[in-house]
T-cell receptor, first 118, second 116 residues
Framework: DTGVSQDPRHKITKRGQNVTFRCDPISEHNRLYWYRQTLGQGPEFLTYFQNEAQLEKSRLLSDRFSAERPKGSFSTLEIQRTEQGDSAMYLCASSLAGLSGPKNTEAFFGQGTRLTVV | KQEVTQIPAALSVPEGENLVLNCSFT??????LQWFRQDPGKGLTSLLLIQSSQREQTSGRLNASLDKSSGRSTLYIAASQPGDSATYLCAVKDFLFGGSQGNLIFGKGTKLSVKP
């Protein structure tokens, strides 16, 4: 296990269809994050998990978006009824939060899933 | 609300030149600051992590400094190479939005092009 893995790397879908992305974090990492990045912008936070618990969701995460991390390992991000505005790079990151908290831990990112809604 | 700004937005230099990328943030109450590299269409590669108590970190030809009180960080790249061409992003983890949740707040990045 050498890093964060995301699948698929690219996804083209028609407007209105549902899509699901997968993220496999670094194996010992208990925190997992989803970010969205549009062209020319920095990544923006969507949601994060500590183990299997989803602890925070950004206001960017509309009710068409749902994320899960059922066993505290891999995570899925589903977008229902996709819209053209959902076209973006979806990035997953993981980190390790120890007893002293997550404050000083390094975040590692995957290669991202590029979504194009046509 | 924390805001992160990176200047310049784009930079083109000849190979071999030393260069500095700038990052500023509006709220100095941060846990740490992280510099990333992003190649076109790819994910983020972590370059350097500076804790709030540190002033600088070095890795090979890269040196990152942090002045928390003034809300600034710089990434110094020595003897630039064409392979350094990429977008460089800085991100802070702060006490408010990022605090206990550990989220990162990113700048828009500086697109670096190193010409052979």
């Amino acid at each position: 296990d050498t890093g964060v893995s995301q699948d698929p790397r690219h996804k083209i879908t028609k407007r209105g269809q549902n899509v699901t992305f997968r993220c496999d974090p670094i194996s010992e990492h208990n925190r997992l994050y989803w970010y969205r990045q549009t062209l020319g912008q920095g990544p923006e936070f969507l949601t994060y998990f500590q183990n299997e618990a989803q602890l925070e969701k950004s206001r960017l995460l509309s009710d068409r978006f749902s994320a899960e991390r059922p066993k505290g390992s891999f995570s899925t991000l589903e977008i229902q009824r996709t819209e053209q505005g959902d076209s973006a790079m979806y990035l997953c990151a993981s980190s390790l939060a120890g007893l002293s908290g997550p404050k000083n831990t390094e975040a590692f990112f995957g290669q991202g899933t590029r979504l194009t809604v046509v | 609300k924390q805001e992160v700004t990176q200047i310049p937005a784009a930079l083109s230099v000849p190979e071999g030149e030393n260069l500095v990328l700038n990052c500023s943030f509006t709220d100095s109450a941060i846990y740490n600051l992280q510099w990333f590299r992003q190649d076109p269409g790819k994910g983020l590669t972590s370059l350097l992590l500076i804790q709030s108590s540190q002033r600088e970190q070095t890795s090979g030809r890269l040196n990152a400094s942090l002045d928390k009180s003034s809300g600034r960080s710089t990434l110094y790249i020595a003897a630039s190479q064409p392979g350094d061409s990429a977008t460089y992003l800085c991100a802070v983890k702060d006490f408010l939005f990022g605090g206990s949740q550990g989220n990162l707040i990113f700048g828009k990045g500086t697109k670096l092009s190193v010409k052979p």
